[in-house]
């Protein structure tokens, strides 16, 4: 049984007490819950005696255990998953694993339809932009320019990009990397891959849920419009094919893993779901809100931050 769980955190109906402590009491002992926030879960992947659960705009996978005690709650996230409905969701403090989700309210549902689409919305600030970057010099000065905003260099103006934090964030560091783009006169593409990812920073190694980049089309040497992806946070060397691209998402050295499928949108989509659901994040604010959360962090060390606060 396969099907992937996403789900979308936002704060505009959140309670007055998130994000506060909470003790759950089980047979076994009282464990210590944090407020993940109001979520949409569109997929849920059973295996190995739990269920992998991802979280919209998270790439790094949630999980909860399947056990009777959880029964009620999987049963819960399956429905959500069925009628792409949020749900308020509960994590163990300091780990990726839910221990709980309770109903959402209807005002959370209208917000939730009101900030999701399965429509392309056209971006007349960016429709006098080029589409195709002259030549391979200009495209590697681009990747160059990109590369130099990552966190940790003195190039980099704030927010920073979180190239050295690849365990989340990849749909803000996609966004940054197109008002970079954009700002040059350029427009590109994302691409999304979703699966069973894994990915090696080359001293450790990262599981995600799905993953985003910006694709951009240039002009070879022939005059001939080829596509590459810029990725930094992955491949640092320079723009790569999305073949390649791909495979380094699905790096076995780090485990079993597996393409799902993969999908081409406009640059202007902050996020799309594997169902095919879009989000847009055109005044950067969450996009910058989460670069500055994640700025400071380096590595593969996990859980990532809450950024419930950056809103929409």
Known sequence: MMVFVTVLSFNSCADSNANQDQQLTSKESKVTVKDFGKTVPVGIDQENGKFRIALMLNAQPFEIKDTKENEAYISMIKQAVKNETPLHVFTKANTNEIAKVEKATEEDVRYFKSVLTKEVKADAATSKLASVIPDLATLNSLFTQIKNQACGTS??????????????????????????????????????????????????????????????????????????????????????????????????????????????????????????????????????????????????????????????
């Open 155 to 312: 190039t980099a103006s704030s927010p920073c990009i979180t190239f050295r934090y690849p365990v989340d964030g990849c749909y803000a560091r996609a966004h940054k990397m197109r008002q970079i783009l954009n700002n040059a006169g350029y427009e590109c593409e994302k691409q999304f891959v979703y699966g069973n990812l894994r990915a090696s920073t080359g001293t450790c190694c990262v599981s995600w849920v799905y993953h985003v980049a910006i694709l951009v089309s240039f002009k070879n040497a022939s005059g001939v419009v080829e596509k590459r992806i810029i990725d930094p946070s992955l491949i640092s060397t320079g723009p790569v094919t999305d073949v390649a691209w791909r495979s380094a998402c699905t790096n076995s050295t780090c485990g079993s893993t597996s393409v799902s499928s993969f999908a081409n949108t406009a640059g202007n989509v902050y996020y799309r779901n594997p169902a095919g659901s879009l989000l847009y994040d055109n005044n950067y604010v969450n996009t910058n809100c989460t670069l500055t959360a994640f700025s400071s962090l380096s590595g593969c060390s996990a859980p990532v931050p809450s950024t419930a606060h950056c809103g929409f």
